[in-house]
């Protein structure tokens, strides 16, 4: 299996660097958008706000992308703070995507028919 890391490629100028940024910029940004789809099939399963953050969830991603970081090459307290940080914006857009649900009609969890 050939790691992550060794799969960056020696730079001698910044257009290179760049360009190795911007190329893998194009498969994060699909694979975010397609994240937070799921953020907002979670807003719709949850439908309640209390729901949406849920700590043991986080903790289980950490444990489960840290040691996936060293198998890789990579930084698991990098990772972490990354995935940290990534959750925290996807728990304010599932905040946003349920009032948006709710907005379009979807009745609050103890208020459905």
Known sequence: ????IDKVKTCSTMA???AGVNA?????VPLLVERSGYMTQAATVKNDEALVRD???IQTII???RPQAMAQGGNPDLIERLYRAM?????DYEHQELARLRAAGLQPKGEQP
């Open 87 to 91: 959750m925290e914006c996807y728990i």
């Open 24 to 28: 893998l910029d194009d498969i994060l």
């Open 16 to 18: 290179e660097v760049r």
């Open 63 to 65: 444990d489960r992308v």
């Open 1 to 4: 299996m050939t790691r992550a």
């Open 55 to 57: 700590e043991a969830r």
